[in-house]
């Protein structure tokens, strides 16, 4: 199993960026996927979650209306797009599969003026 994030960097506040993960070594079509964040000094939290099914979506309230995760199967990727960021979006934001305990490297965000 791989998983391979990019699409991080720095941006200002109200800023956007595009997260992807892309996947391999698994059935990518039927697992759900997650992104969590750990911020500087804070625990790993779970951001936004899609099931095999695309209707099945989660997203923590600290995100919800501002993050939207999306998935291409033919692509075996997903996407974190995140609108509006503030500076407490700054996180090291991984990609996770579930069902299979399997995590990505991380990519970095920030969110700084």
């Known amino acids: 199993v791989q998983l391979v994030e990019s699409g991080g960097g720095l941006v200002q506040p109200g800023g956007s960026l595009r997260l992807s993960c892309a996947a391999s070594g698994f059935t990518f079509s039927r697992a759900t996927m997650s992104w969590y964040r750990q911020g500087p000094g804070k625990e790993r939290e779970e951001v936004a979650t899609?099931?095999?099914?695309?209707?099945?979506?989660y997203y923590a309230d600290s995100v919800k209306g501002r993050f939207t995760i999306s998935r291409a199967n033919t692509k075996n990727t997903v996407y974190l797009q995140m609108n509006s960021l503030k500076p407490e979006d700054t996180a090291v934001y991984y990609c996770?599969?579930?069902?299979?305990?399997?995590w990505g490297q991380g990519t970095q965000v920030t969110v700084s003026a």
């Open positions: 996770y599969v579930p069902t299979l305990g399997y």
């Open positions: 899609i099931g095999s099914a695309p209707s099945m979506l």
